[in-house]
C-alpha cells in the first residue's frame, strides 16, 4: 500500500480550506500542513506504485475513449441538425422559418462547444459512498448512509461540458453542476459522501497522469470488492509546481473549497471577496463568470463584465474563460479602455492621479463644461429682419445662456435646440418691444405667426447659424478636458474645488494635448472623458431639425429618462452599454471617478468586486468606498474572505509579511502553501551609478532565468521603467520590466524587486505598492538594493529587517 500511504499521509494534514500534500516533482512541498516528504523509496515498491499507476490511467482511458466516441456521435447529430435546418429554408412558412432558426442556433452552439477541444477535457473523478437520501433536483446528498462503510456506491467524472450517453446516464458532469460540487468541497474534516476526489491529466485523446486525494484516511474504500487505489500525491501541488507563462491557466481542476463557495455563491446584489496576494482572486473571479453563464445562459449571455486594472493583466487572464468553453459572452477590459474608442496610454504621477481620481472631479469638471461654451463665444448677437437691426448685447446674452442652463442637470448639448429658441425669442421681444400689445384674440393670434415666420427667417440666416455656432458649440469631452491645459482657467472657474498648485499638476499632465484634446491619456483621464460624456451629451448633427429637448421634459431632474426614450426619435445621446453582471478585479485601486465610470455601465447588474485594500495604490479608501457604497445603493451585499496564499512559498510570503506590517498594520499574511525550502536573495549595490546597479539587476535576471524554467521579471519604481527596459533587452522573452503598478495582479516564476525604497517612496500608498511587488513570484525571489536602501550587512534593506 505504498502509493497508498502517500496520500493518506498527505489527506490527513489538509485543512478545511486547503489541500495540501506531502511533495512534488519539483522540490516544493506543504507548508501549510504538516506532514513530512516521505524518505526515498525502494526499488519493488516503486515498481509497484508504476503498476499501479498505468493500470489506473488505462482504466480512465476506457472512460475517456467512451466519453470520445459519445462526442463524436453527437458531433455527427448537431452536423445533421444543421444540414436538416438548411433545408427547410424552402418551406417558407413562418413557424418552419422559426424553428429552423431556432434548430440552428442550438446546433451551432452544441457544434462550436463540441468542437473546442482543451487539454483535460474530462479532468476530475469523485467515489462517493452510498447517500443517505436521492438527489433532489439534480443535487446529491452530501451525507453518507453510513459514514464508516467503506465501498464506493457511485462514481462521478467531471469535465468542462456535460456528456450524456445514449440512455442520458452522465458519463461527464460540467464542472458546474451542482453534482460537481463534491469534487471542489470536499475536505478531509469535511468529507461528505467523498471517498476518493481524483484529478485526471490528459493530452487531447490520451490520459497521461492521474493525482489523488484520500479524503477519508481512516478507511480503506473498496470498490467493485477490490481496495480503491490511491496514485499520486494530490493535484493541488502538481498545479503549483508548474512553470509559469505569460499567461494564466484555469485552475478548474483544483478549486479549494473556499474559492468554491465564491464561484457557486448567489448572483443577486453584489458579492464582495477580499484575500491577500495569491489567494486565487482573479482566478475566482473568471470562474464565477463560467459559472454564472452556466446558471443562466440567457440573462448573462452577452452581459457579464470583467474590469481588470491593467491591460496587462487581461492579456494574462484573457485566455481563462475559453479554456472553460467559454468564449465572446464576457467582455474582460482594462479600466482605461471602457470608454470605446479610447485607449489608455499614459500614467499620471501618484500626485495627479490622486487629484484625478477624487470625486471633486465632478464639480470641477460640470464648472469646466459650463466655462467650455463660453470660451471664445461671442458677445453680441446682430441680425437684420423686417428692416431693423436687432442686436442683443453682452448682458443680454448673459441671461439668455443662464436661462438655456436652467437649474437642471441637461446635458449641454441637448440645450442647443432650446439656446436657439431663446435667442430667437430674446431677439423678437427687441423687434416687439415698441409695438403695442396685441388687444384682441386676433390680434394675437396674428402676432403669433408673425412670430413663427420671424423665427423660420431668422434660424435660417447665416449670420444667426454662424453666431449660434460659435455662442453653443457642439462640445466634446476631449475639446472640453483640453480647456484645463491653462491652469489660470482652471483657477478662474473651479477655485473653490481646487487648489492652485493642483490646477498647476493637472494643467501640466495635459499640456501635450491638442485644442480639440487629441492626444494620449491616462486610465484617469478615461474616467475623466466618461463623466464629460455624461454632462455634456452626444452633439446633435449639424442642420438636423432640432427639437427643443426640455420643452418635451416632465421636469428637468428626469434627464436620463428622458434621454433613454429620445434616443431613437431624436438626436441621439449618450449610449451606454449595460451589463447584467460585473466582476470587479483588484478593486482596492479603482478610485471614486472610476467607480461612477462603471457604475454607469451597471445601474441594473449584479456585482462580484474583488480586492485586497493592503495592495492599494489609491491612498483614500474612504473616499473610494463611499463611491463604491453609492454605486452599489441598497444591493444585499455577500462576503468572503480567501485566506490561502497559493502563488508565493512561505519563504517569499514570509518577507512579503514584513513589509505589510508596515503597510497595513493588522492585516493578517495569508498561509502560504507550499514552500520550497529556497529563501528569498538580498543583494545590494555599494555604488550610486545607475550604470552599475543595472549591471546587478542584469546579472540576477541571467541567475535567475537558468534557475527557473518559465517567466521572469524585474519591478521597478516607475519613474525607472525606461532604465529597466534595457536591463532585459537581449534576454529572451522569458524576461520582463515592469513599473510597480504595472505588476498588479501578474506574476513569475522569479522576480527581482530593483530599489524597494524607490518604489515605497512613490507616492502615500508606496508601501503597499511595494508589498504588491515582493508578492509576484512562483518560486525565488531577490530584492536588489541601492545605497537609499540602506542595505546592511546581508544586503537586507532597512524596510524588510
Ligand atoms: N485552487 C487552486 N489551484 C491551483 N492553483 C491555484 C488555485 N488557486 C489559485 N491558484 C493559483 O495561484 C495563483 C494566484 O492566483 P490569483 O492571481 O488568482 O490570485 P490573486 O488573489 O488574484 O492575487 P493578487 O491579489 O496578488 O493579484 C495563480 O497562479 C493561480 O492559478
Same mark, same amino acid.
Given at each position: 500500500m505504498g502509493a497508498h500511504g502517500t496520500a493518506q499521509q498527505h489527506a490527513a494534514a489538509t485543512t478545511a480550506g486547503t489541500a495540501a500534500t506531502t511533495a512534488d516533482g519539483d522540490g516544493t512541498s506543504s507548508a501549510a500542513g504538516a506532514a513530512a516528504r516521505p524518505g526515498p523509496a525502494s526499488a519493488a515498491p516503486a515498481a509497484a506504485a508504476e503498476g499501479l499507476r498505468e493500470r489506473e490511467i488505462a482504466g480512465e482511458q476506457q472512460h475517456l475513449d467512451t466519453v470520445y466516441h459519445r462526442l463524436d456521435e453527437k458531433l455527427a447529430e448537431a452536423e445533421y441538425v444543421l444540414e436538416d435546418a438548411a433545408k427547410r429554408?424552402?418551406?417558407?412558412?413562418?413557424?418552419?422559418?422559426?424553428?429552423?432558426? #431556432?434548430?440552428?442556433?442550438?446546433?451551432?452552439?452544441?457544434?462550436? @462547444?463540441?468542437?473546442?477541444?482543451?487539454?483535460?477535457?474530462?479532468?476530475? @473523478?469523485?467515489?462517493?459512498?452510498?447517500?443517505?437520501?436521492p438527489e433532489e433536483h439534480g443535487i446529491p446528498s452530501f451525507t453518507p448512509l453510513d459514514a464508516a462503510d467503506p465501498r464506493v456506491a457511485q462514481s462521478l467524472h467531471i469535465g468542462r461540458l456535460g456528456v450524456l450517453d445514449a440512455e442520458y446516464g452522465p458519463l461527464v458532469i460540467d464542472w458546474r453542476a451542482p453534482a460537481a460540487a463534491p469534487f471542489y468541497r470536499a475536505t478531509p474534516l469535511e468529507p461528505g459522501r467523498v471517498l476518493r476526489r481524483r484529478v485526471i491529466r490528459s493530452k487531447g485523446r490520451k490520459v497521461v497522469g492521474v493525482e489523488d486525494d484520500l479524503l477519508r484516511p481512516d478507511l480503506t474504500p473498496t470498490l467493485d470488492g477490490r481496495e480503491l487505489a490511491v496514485v499520486g500525491d494530490g493535484a493541488l501541488m502538481a498545479s503549483l509546481g508548474r512553470a509559469r507563462s505569460h499567461t494564466m491557466r484555469d485552475i478548474v481542476s483544483s478549486i479549494q473549497k473556499e474559492q468554491d463557495e465564491v464561484i457557486r455563491a448567489p448572483a443577486a446584489g453584489a458579492t464582495l471577496v477580499t484575500g491577500g496576494p495569491g489567494t486565487g482572486k482573479t482566478a475566482v473571479a473568471l470562474h464565477r463568470a463560467a459559472f454564472l453563464l452556466y446558471q443562466d445562459r440567457r440573462r448573462y449571455a452577452g452581459g457579464i463584465l470583467v474590469v481588470s486594472p491593467t491591460p496587462l493583466l487581461v492579456s494574462y487572464t484573457e485566455g481563462v474563460l475559453p479554456s472553460l468553453g467559454e468564449e465572446g459572452?464576457?467582455?474582460?477590459?482594462?479600466?482605461?479602455?471602457?470608454?470605446?474608442?479610447?485607449?489608455?496610454?499614459?500614467?499620471?504621477?501618484?500626485?495627479?492621479?490622486?487629484?484625478?481620481?477624487?470625486?471633486?472631479?465632478?464639480?470641477?469638471?460640470?464648472?469646466?463644461?459650463?466655462?467650455?461654451?463660453?470660451?471664445? *463665444?461671442?458677445?453680441?448677437?446682430?441680425?437684420?429682419?423686417?428692416?431693423?437691426?436687432?442686436?442683443?448685447?453682452?448682458?443680454?446674452?448673459?441671461?439668455?445662456?443662464?436661462?438655456?442652463?436652467?437649474?437642471?442637470?441637461t446635458p449641454l448639448n441637448l440645450l442647443r435646440a432650446r439656446a436657439r429658441r431663446l435667442l430667437?425669442?430674446?431677439?423678437?421681444?427687441?423687434?416687439?418691444?415698441?409695438?403695442?400689445?396685441?388687444?384682441?384674440?386676433?390680434?394675437?393670434?396674428?402676432?403669433?405667426?408673425?412670430?413663427?415666420?420671424?423665427?423660420?427667417?431668422?434660424?435660417?440666416?447665416?449670420?444667426?447659424?454662424?453666431?449660434?455656432?460659435?455662442?453653443?458649440?457642439?462640445?466634446?469631452?476631449?475639446?472640453?478636458?483640453?480647456?484645463?491645459?491653462?491652469?489660470?482657467?482652471?483657477?478662474?472657474?473651479?477655485?473653490?474645488?481646487?487648489?492652485?498648485?493642483?490646477?498647476?499638476?493637472?494643467?501640466?499632465?495635459?499640456?501635450?494635448?491638442?485644442?480639440?484634446?487629441?492626444?494620449?491619456?491616462?486610465?484617469?483621464?478615461? #474616467?475623466?472623458?466618461?463623466?464629460?460624456?455624461?454632462?455634456?451629451?452626444?452633439?446633435?448633427?449639424?442642420?438636423?431639425?432640432?427639437?427643443?429637448?426640455?420643452?418635451?421634459?416632465?421636469?428637468?431632474?428626469?434627464?436620463?429618462?428622458?434621454?433613454? @426614450?429620445?434616443?431613437?426619435? @431624436?438626436?441621439?445621446?449618450?449610449?451606454?452599454?449595460?451589463?447584467?453582471?460585473?466582476?470587479?478585479?483588484? *478593486?482596492?485601486?479603482?478610485?471614486?471617478?472610476?467607480?461612477?465610470?462603471?457604475?454607469?455601465?451597471?445601474?441594473?447588474?449584479?456585482?462580484?468586486?474583488?480586492?485586497?485594500?493592503?495592495?492599494?495604490?489609491?491612498?483614500?479608501?474612504?473616499? *473610494?468606498?463611499?463611491?463604491?457604497?453609492?454605486?452599489?445603493?441598497?444591493?444585499?451585499?455577500?462576503?468572503?474572505?480567501?485566506?490561502?496564499?497559493?502563488?508565493?512559498?512561505?519563504?517569499?510570503?514570509?518577507?512579503?509579511?514584513?513589509?505589510?506590517?508596515?503597510?497595513?498594520?493588522?492585516?493578517?499574511?495569508?498561509?502560504?502553501?507550499?514552500?520550497?525550502?529556497?529563501?528569498?536573495?538580498?543583494?545590494?549595490? *555599494?555604488?550610486?551609478?545607475?550604470?552599475?546597479?543595472?549591471?546587478?539587476?542584469?546579472?540576477e535576471l541571467v541567475r535567475l532565468l537558468g534557475e527557473v524554467d518559465g517567466t521572469v521579471a524585474v519591478v521597478v519604481p516607475m519613474e525607472r521603467r525606461a532604465e529597466a527596459a534595457g536591463w532585459i533587452e537581449g534576454l529572451g522573452a522569458r524576461a520582463v520590466a515592469l513599473g510597480s503598478l504595472e505588476a498588479k495582479g501578474l506574476e513569475y516564476d522569479a522576480t527581482v524587486v530593483a530599489d524597494p525604497t524607490g518604489i515605497a517612496g512613490e507616492s502615500e500608498a508606496g508601501l503597499r505598492v511595494l508589498y504588491v511587488a515582493l508578492t509576484r513570484a512562483t518560486q525565488r525571489l531577490t530584492v536588489l538594493s541601492g545605497l537609499d536602501d540602506l542595505p546592511d550587512a546581508e544586503g537586507v534593506p532597512a524596510l524588510l529587517r
Open positions: 429554408v424552402q418551406v417558407g412558412t413562418p413557424g418552419a422559418l422559426a424553428e429552423r432558426d #431556432a434548430q440552428v442556433y442550438r446546433a451551432g452552439a452544441h457544434l462550436h @462547444r463540441l468542437n473546442s477541444e482543451f487539454e483535460d477535457f474530462l479532468f476530475g @473523478r469523485i467515489d462517493l459512498q452510498q447517500a443517505d437520501a459572452q464576457v467582455a474582460i477590459r482594462a479600466v482605461g479602455s471602457l470608454v470605446d474608442g479610447i485607449e489608455a496610454e499614459r500614467y499620471d504621477t501618484p500626485e495627479t492621479a490622486r487629484i484625478k481620481g477624487s470625486a471633486r472631479m465632478v464639480q470641477l469638471l460640470r464648472h469646466t463644461a459650463r466655462a467650455a461654451l463660453e470660451i471664445g *463665444a461671442p458677445t453680441e448677437l446682430k441680425v437684420v429682419a423686417r428692416g431693423e437691426v436687432l442686436r442683443l448685447d453682452a448682458g443680454r446674452l448673459r441671461a439668455v445662456r443662464g436661462n438655456v442652463v436652467g437649474g437642471g442637470g430667437l425669442d430674446a431677439l423678437w421681444s427687441e423687434l416687439v418691444k415698441h409695438l403695442p400689445r396685441p388687444s384682441d384674440h386676433y390680434a394675437r393670434e396674428q402676432r403669433q405667426e408673425e412670430k413663427e415666420s420671424f423665427d423660420e427667417y431668422v434660424s435660417d440666416e447665416a449670420p444667426f447659424l454662424d453666431f449660434l455656432d460659435a455662442w453653443w458649440p457642439a462640445l466634446t469631452p476631449r475639446r472640453v478636458l483640453a480647456t484645463l491645459r491653462q491652469s489660470r482657467h482652471t483657477n478662474r472657474i473651479a477655485r473653490r474645488v481646487v487648489s492652485p498648485e493642483e490646477a498647476r499638476l493637472l494643467a501640466a499632465s495635459w499640456r501635450h494635448l491638442g485644442e480639440r484634446g487629441e492626444g494620449a491619456l491616462s486610465a484617469h483621464d478615461v #474616467a475623466l472623458v466618461d463623466e464629460l460624456q455624461l454632462l455634456l451629451g452626444e452633439p446633435a448633427r449639424p442642420k438636423s431639425r432640432e427639437v427643443d429637448a426640455v420643452d418635451l421634459l416632465t421636469g428637468l431632474d428626469e434627464v436620463t429618462t428622458y434621454a433613454d @426614450r429620445s434616443s431613437s426619435r @431624436r438626436e441621439r445621446v449618450v449610449e451606454r452599454t449595460e451589463y447584467a453582471h460585473v466582476i470587479v478585479d483588484e *478593486a482596492q485601486d479603482l478610485t471614486p471617478m472610476q467607480w461612477r465610470m462603471i457604475g454607469r455601465r451597471s445601474r441594473t447588474a449584479t456585482w462580484t468586486i474583488v480586492g485586497d485594500p493592503a495592495q492599494s495604490s489609491w491612498p483614500f479608501p474612504q473616499e *473610494a468606498q463611499a463611491a463604491l457604497d453609492e454605486v452599489l445603493a441598497g444591493k444585499p451585499r455577500r462576503r468572503h474572505t480567501l485566506t490561502v496564499n497559493y502563488r508565493n512559498p512561505a519563504e517569499i510570503a514570509d518577507v512579503a509579511a514584513k513589509v505589510l506590517a508596515l503597510a497595513a498594520p493588522g492585516t493578517p499574511s495569508p498561509s502560504a502553501v507550499r514552500s520550497t525550502g529556497v529563501l528569498p536573495r538580498f543583494a545590494a549595490v *555599494a555604488s550610486a551609478d545607475p550604470a552599475a546597479f543595472g549591471q546587478a539587476a542584469r546579472a
